[in-house]
C-alpha cells in the first residue's frame, strides 16, 4: 500500500499531512523532512479543501476519509474528542468521566497526545480542570491560536487566554 506525503502551509505552521488513497492517517505539526507526493489522491485534495475552510473560519467540521490506529482505549478517547463542539473546551476529568472511565485521567491525557490527527480530532479543545492549557504536542501557543480561532468564529471574539 503506498503511503502518501503533502506539506499544508497553515497559520499555525508547516503541516505534514501523511496517508493513503483512501484514507489520511497523520496531521503533524513541525513534520520531519519528507519526499512529498506530487500527484495526490482525491482524500487528499479533500482534506486540504477542508482545512482551508477550517482555516478562513467557514468549516466546524471535517469529513474527509480518516484513520489512525491505536489501542481500544486511545479509539474511545479520540472517538470522544470528536463530539466536542467547536469552540468549546472540556477538561480531562470530564473526558475520562464521558468515557465513562473516571479515574483515567492520565491515560486520556496520554491518549490525547497519542492523537495523530491534531486539528481533525480536536484535542486542543480539552484543557486542565483549572481552565490553563495543558499538554499539546503541536506546542500551548498553537493550542491558544486554534481555540482564540475557533472562539473568534463562533462567537465573534478572539482574546480568551
Not at 492517517?25 to 519526499?35: G, K, R, S, T, Y
Not at 467540521?61 to 474511545?76: E, V
Request: aromatic fraction near 12%; hydrophobic fraction near 40%.
Amino acid at each position: 500500500m503506498d503511503i502518501f506525503h503533502h506539506i499544508y502551509h497553515s497559520p499555525v505552521g508547516p503541516l505534514g499531512i501523511a496517508g493513503t488513497a483512501g484514507k489520511i492517517n497523520a496531521i503533524l505539526f513541525e513534520p520531519p523532512v519528507m519526499q512529498v507526493t506530487e500527484a495526490l489522491p482525491e482524500v487528499f485534495l479533500h482534506c486540504i479543501q477542508e482545512l482551508d475552510a477550517y482555516f478562513a473560519g467557514s468549516r466546524q467540521g471535517f469529513s474527509f476519509p480518516m484513520q489512525q490506529s491505536g489501542t481500544d482505549f486511545q479509539q474511545s478517547v479520540w472517538r470522544q474528542l470528536l463530539t466536542i463542539p467547536y469552540g468549546t473546551t472540556i477538561s480531562y476529568m470530564q473526558l475520562a468521566k464521558q468515557i465513562n472511565n473516571p479515574k483515567s485521567i492520565r491515560a486520556v491525557g496520554s491518549a490525547n497526545g497519542s492523537n495523530h490527527l491534531p486539528i481533525v480530532v480536536p484535542c486542543h479543545r480539552v484543557i486542565g480542570s483549572n481552565g490553563s492549557l495543558t499538554g499539546f504536542g503541536g506546542g500551548i501557543w498553537r493550542k491558544k491560536w486554534l481555540l482564540e480561532h475557533e472562539w473568534k468564529h463562533r462567537y465573534g471574539t478572539q482574546e480568551l487566554f
